[in-house]
């Protein structure tokens, strides 16, 4: 999902977006959306700590 479409959906500015992707990129240790989503994927497989 884009920046754009997590506005339109969720009622927050684009800076919000943004703010809330870089805090959850420096927590799982990634730099971009696909690393993020594969790292989440495998947290909630079990395969990582959380």
């Known amino acids: 999902m884009s ?6 959906k969720l009622y927050i500015s684009n800076s919000t977006v ?3 992707l870089y805090s959850a ?3 799982m240790g990634v730099s971009n959306r696909l690393q993020l ?7 909630l497989e079990g395969a ?3």
């Open 18 to 20: 943004k703010k809330h």
């Open 37 to 43: 989503e594969i790292a989440v994927s495998r947290v």
């Open 3 to 8: 920046d754009d479409e997590v506005v339109g």
């Open 48 to 50: 990582l700590p959380a």
């Open 25 to 27: 990129y420096s927590k």
